[in-house]
């Protein structure tokens, strides 16, 4: 996997919305935790439009996908972060000049809709960073910004992640090494049939969801399996199905730890669940392409390279 160039304070950084728009306040707060660590910024300028036809996507197809490609042609930006998720990124990909992108390989960083690209650039054979969006980088504990910085700012690998508190369990055990995959599972699974289509062949699969019910991630599971991405996995880490419980009956028949064990049981590869990244508060940053260790046993994951040189 081709890894991006770090970045260091002085340097440009290029923040564009491929999905929904970004609160412009809280965009603001994010670009100024940025801006104290020492870096510029670009901003895209669709950042926080809406399109004409509706209010969830930021500015048409065409704007959006005109800001990617800017980010990557301009030899100004070192790095291209994401100021929000919500919809629309893979409405861009017949949009994108991927001569242009493939060309200019820079640190990428968002998650949730970002899934999208994340799945499309592996294509690329590139690392990208699964993690906090512009428009949160505020909300983020010392901890989990210092965790932030070493990432995308040292090619160290970052070791063992840390996850003191969090309620991660063993699914089924075993030990094994790989390169991390995945993202948003709904994302994932609406690749399938797409020359974007998700490549687990060898590579330790995370994936997360929000505010869906445990039938949709079962419904997504399944797409994935019917393609035959999952068998090619080696392994598993399962974040939360946050907000899940709101679709169900309470007391709620359906849970997502029985989701886990029955499915990722059936398919007998080292898997854990309650892993903390995504969309909860501080999550941990996956980037996704870096060789780690998952030991579910231990219930354990530790990076084994950097993300970036």
């Given at each position: 996997?081709?890894?991006?160039?770090?970045?260091?304070?002085?340097?440009?950084?290029?923040?564009?919305?491929?999905?929904?728009?970004?609160?412009?306040?809280e965009?603001?707060?994010?670009?100024?935790?940025?801006?104290?660590?020492?870096?510029?910024?670009?901003?895209?300028?669709?950042?926080?439009?809406?399109?004409?036809h509706?209010?969830?996507?930021a500015?048409?197809?065409?704007?959006?996908?005109?800001?990617l490609?800017?980010?990557?042609?301009?030899?100004?930006?070192?790095?291209?972060?994401?100021?929000?998720?919500?919809?629309?990124?893979?409405?861009?990909?017949?949009?994108?000049?991927?001569?242009?992108i493939?060309?200019?390989?820079?640190?990428?960083?968002?998650?949730?809709?970002?899934?999208?690209?994340?799945?499309?650039?592996?294509?690329?054979?590139?690392?990208?960073?699964?993690?906090?969006?512009?428009?949160?980088?505020?909300?983020?504990s010392?901890?989990?910004?210092?965790?932030?910085?070493?990432?995308?700012?040292?090619?160290?690998?970052?070791?063992?992640?840390?996850?003191?508190?969090?309620?991660?369990?063993?699914?089924?055990?075993?030990?094994?090494?790989?390169?991390?995959?995945?993202?948003?599972?709904?994302?994932?699974?609406?690749?399938?049939?797409?020359?974007?289509a998700?490549?687990?062949?060898?590579?330790?699969?995370?994936?997360?969801?929000?505010?869906?019910?445990?039938?949709?991630?079962d419904?997504d599971?399944?797409?994935?399996?019917?393609?035959?991405?999952?068998?090619?996995?080696?392994?598993?880490?399962?974040?939360?199905?946050?907000?899940?419980?709101?679709?169900?009956?309470?007391?709620?028949?359906n849970?997502?730890?029985?989701?886990?064990?029955?499915?990722?049981?059936?398919?007998?590869?080292?898997?854990?669940?309650?892993?903390?990244?995504?969309?909860?508060?501080?999550?941990?940053?996956?980037?996704?392409?870096?060789?780690?260790?998952?030991?579910?046993?231990?219930?354990?994951?530790?990076?084994?390279?950097?993300?970036?040189?």
């Open positions: 996997m081709r890894k991006p160039d770090r970045i260091q304070p002085g340097d440009t950084i290029g923040i564009v919305t491929p999905a929904s728009p970004s609160p412009k306040e965009l603001d707060k994010g670009v100024a935790v940025i801006e104290a660590r020492g870096y510029r910024v670009k901003l895209a300028t669709n950042l926080c439009a809406k399109a004409s509706c209010d969830y996507l500015g048409s197809d065409r704007e959006r996908a005109e800001d490609n800017a980010m990557f042609g301009d030899p100004e930006i070192k790095a291209v972060f994401c100021g929000r998720g919500g919809y629309g990124s893979m409405r861009l990909f017949d949009l994108l000049d991927w001569s242009l493939e060309a200019n390989a820079k640190l990428f960083v968002g998650y949730s809709d970002i899934t999208s690209l994340h799945t499309a650039f592996s294509r690329l054979g590139w690392v990208t960073l699964h993690a906090t969006m512009v428009s949160s980088l505020w909300r983020l010392d901890d989990a910004l210092s965790r932030f910085w070493h990432l995308v700012e040292s090619p160290d690998a970052l070791g063992q992640l840390q996850t003191e508190g969090a309620n991660i369990e063993t699914v089924v055990p075993g030990s094994v090494e790989g390169e991390l995959a995945g993202g948003n599972l709904c994302l994932l699974a609406q690749a399938c049939g797409s020359r974007f998700p490549d687990f062949r060898g590579k330790i699969v995370a994936i997360e969801d929000t505010n869906d019910a445990v039938y949709h991630a419904r599971l399944t797409q994935l399996l019917n393609a035959g991405h999952l068998q090619d996995a080696e392994g598993f880490i399962i974040g939360n199905l946050s907000g899940w419980e709101k679709h169900e009956a309470d007391p709620p028949i849970t997502p730890s029985a989701l886990w064990s029955e499915f990722f049981g059936r398919l007998g590869r080292p898997c854990i669940s309650g892993f903390p990244f995504g969309h909860i508060p501080n999550p941990l940053m996956l980037p996704l392409g870096v060789r780690a260790r998952l030991d579910a046993e231990r219930r354990t994951v530790e990076l084994l390279e950097g993300a970036v040189v």
